[in-house]
């Protein structure tokens, strides 16, 4: 990818491409503050620099590194954050970790680790200096993109220019909101917008230094340090309280936001009501049983589940179970599944979204996975309705916690019955982990939800983790849809987007499937998927990187993206023949979006 670069003063230059990289020339030598790919190699030669002292790394995400083994020289230095160590020279331990595979509760550390290790010469923490040439280095310990994340504050040419790495992207602007999750209490899981906080610190501190210059990893160079700082955190600020006004978690922990309690423009938290006496409710499994006793049951995330369904069989309370119901793909709904499938011999249904990811769960990589392989035998449409005893069941795509996520409606015994998954509680929807694609707009994501119960009118809301029914009124549907409609406008400024999902939605782009067994000699397909979240079309290119062992050649692909729609780029790949078994691979994927070079911004995985 080519790239343009900035003059900032005599010794001092910053280079464009998938990242910022700063370059601090003395003579025909440089010292870099990130790397990028290898199109800094033009900058460089440009400026008739012949060799590269020095490489300092703010941060271990691979769209900043992975171009370190194609620019770097014999000889050349590398360092990083001190406590980011290993994230650059043990990364095979993260990739062959199952933790950071399956159970996915935790964002730190991310999965832009890069694909390969690389050897690091010095380490660097708060306070140290360096020199090089006329300019001096300062490390500023600024975590919040990532845990141990540094500043570098250059001093030279009578300038104070700070390397800022993915703290901020312009006025106002952040890269995305996912590297912000971050577990107040409990997992990264629960913990949306939960590193602000930590990001604030970090940049009260840039403020503190005075800067002339504020240089993003991401984004423009930032001419007025101080308002665009400030300008970003007051719309974080708002953001997260738009965010809390309507949120489920209140009813999880109401004692962890004190500060937020009884605020007028917060919508008030329901009260509870009473179940229906044929149902039952076990960990995350709802059961409903009929009057000649057979049991329709939905999700089964632990194996005690089982059990109660055995004492239930043994205390004549059901006879036999005859139907399953999956609401959502996460491992506490579904992880006990295998086992219950063989003890009960039932027909099992779920939406046709969440059948991609159960059915083939390698596929993919996105939170709460469970390695769990479920057999589905039927794949419901939305709205598509059917007979079960005295009840009618109708199963609708409800992309409200997730967006791989079905709602049952239950008409039976004069009641209306709504099973949202963990879609809602009393206090409002469930989107505290920005990885379960919550997407903003009319009638997608939890708007398409909202409107779907207030076209329903339930008499029952059921949750799969609170024991009790609850409802809304309509004016709590109104408010959560009025609050929507205020974050995508508050969302669409915080990003540099034209449209706020791609900022919030990690898996605008991924591939498929993620992982996948290859043998040696085969050829195997590989589709990286784009969600064109835009009103108009788009071109998305990509080319997957490949070891350079393999002497395998695939070119570069583009295709065009209509609004609002997913599509995908299909590569044939060969696998060699004398490749190593019991080895996994990661294949990272260069790619751009619109003319907006993104670097190695996802991977696939090959396990041989």
Request: aromatic share 12%.
């Amino acid at each position: 990818m080519s790239g343009h670069f900035t003059q900032i003063s005599d010794h001092l230059f910053v280079h464009h491409s998938c990242v910022n990289v700063g370059i601090i020339r003395n003579g025909n030598l440089a010292m870099l503050i990130d790397c990028g790919d290898e199109s800094i190699r033009t900058t460089l030669n440009k400026l008739d620099i012949t060799k590269i002292v020095t490489v300092l790394f703010t941060h271990h995400h691979r769209d900043n590194v992975a171009g370190i083994t194609d620019v770097a020289d014999a000889g050349t230095e590398i360092g990083v954050p001190e406590s980011e160590r290993q994230y650059f020279e043990n990364v095979e331990d993260f990739w062959s970790d199952p933790k950071h595979r399956w159970h996915l509760y935790n964002y730190r550390p991310h999965n832009l680790m890069l694909a390969k290790s690389v050897k690091v010469a010095k380490t660097y923490k708060n306070g140290n200096h360096m020199f090089f040439g006329n300019a001096k280095i300062t490390v500023k310990e600024t975590p919040g993109h990532t845990d141990a994340s540094v500043s570098y504050l250059i001093e030279v040419d009578g300038n104070r220019v700070i390397f800022s790495g993915d703290l901020i992207y312009d006025e106002g602007q952040i890269w995305d909101l996912y590297s912000l999750q971050k577990g107040d209490w409990g997992t990264d899981y629960h913990g949306f917008l939960g590193d602000r906080k930590r990001l604030a610190t970090s940049l009260d501190l840039l403020k503190g230094e005075s800067p002339s210059l504020l240089v993003p990893t991401h984004g423009n160079i930032i001419s007025d340090p101080f308002l665009a700082i400030d300008t970003l955190m007051k719309r974080i600020d708002l953001c997260y309280d738009r965010y809390l006004a309507i949120s489920a978690l209140r009813h999880y922990a109401p004692d962890f936001f004190p500060y937020y309690a009884d605020k007028d423009d917060h919508m008030p938290i329901r009260s509870g009501k009473k179940i229906p006496s044929f149902l039952r409710h076990f960990g995350t499994t709802w059961i409903v049983i009929s009057e000649n006793r057979q049991a329709f049951v939905m999700d089964c995330g632990s194996t005690q589940v089982i059990r109660e369904i055995e004492k239930l069989q043994e205390l004549g309370e059901i006879s036999e179970i005859t139907e399953l119901w999956v609401t959502h793909y996460h491992d506490d709904h579904v992880d006990a599944i295998p086992e219950f499938q063989n003890r009960f011999s039932c027909y099992t249904r779920t939406d046709s979204i969440v059948a991609q990811v159960i059915e083939s769960p390698e596929a993919y990589r996105i939170p709460c996975i469970s390695p769990a392989v479920v057999n589905v035998n039927h794949r419901t449409d939305d709205g598509e309705s059917w007979e079960w005893n005295e009840f009618k069941m109708t199963a609708f795509h409800f992309p409200g916690q997730t967006y791989y996520h079905g709602g049952l409606l239950v008409e039976g015994q004069d009641l209306k019955l709504f099973f949202s998954g963990d879609s809602f509680t009393m206090a409002g929807i469930d989107d505290y982990c920005s990885g379960n694609r919550n997407w903003l707009g009319n009638n997608t994501g939890f708007d398409r939800c909202l409107r779907l119960v207030d076209e329903l009118k339930p008499s029952h809301i059921f949750n799969c983790h609170v024991n009790c029914a609850f409802d809304f009124t309509d004016q709590q549907i109104e408010f959560m849809l009025t609050n929507l409609s205020e974050r995508e406008v508050l969302y669409r400024k915080l990003f540099p987007w034209d449209h706020p999902n791609y900022g919030m939605d990690e898996h605008w782009v991924s591939c498929y499937p993620y992982e996948q067994r290859v043998s040696s000699g085969e050829q195997v397909e590989l589709k990286v998927k784009f969600t064109n979240h835009s009103n108009a079309p788009r071109i998305a290119t990509c080319q997957p990187s490949l070891p350079k062992l393999w002497q395998t050649i695939v070119t570069s692909r583009s295709i065009e993206i209509q609004p609002n729609t997913t599509d995908e780029i299909c590569f044939f790949i060969d696998i060699p023949k004398d490749i190593q078994k019991n080895k996994r691979i990661v294949i990272p994927v260069d790619m751009s979006y619109n003319g907006r070079p993104l670097g190695q911004f996802r991977e696939a995985i090959f396990v041989t």
